[in-house]
């Protein structure tokens, strides 16, 4: 199972990459538990600075930005 972790604190951008992910997860039809983290502090410990950011089996793949569906697919199969 692939741990997806969505860093935000609830603004509309954290929103829609949230809908993204859950849209790509929903085609790919894997194994994918999706958790958001709100509190600041759980943002900061992950060493990232803006939001929102995107965090897959605990590395850091994006940060500041809302990627194409087809880019999370790919950081989702590697």
């Not at 894997?30 to 060493?47: A, H, P, R």
């Not at 995107?54 to 590395?59: E, K, T, W």
């Amino acid at each position: 199972m692939k741990r997806i972790q969505i860093l935000g604190t609830g603004c509309p951008k954290c929103e829609e990459l949230a809908r993204i992910v859950q849209k790509v997860i929903e085609e790919l039809d894997g194994d994918y538990q999706v958790e958001k983290i709100t509190d600041i502090n759980d943002i900061l410990s992950f060493g990232v600075m803006m939001t929102p950011s995107l965090v897959v089996d605990g590395q850091v793949k994006l940060v500041g930005k809302i990627p194409l569906p087809e880019e999370i697919k790919s950081l989702l199969l590697e």
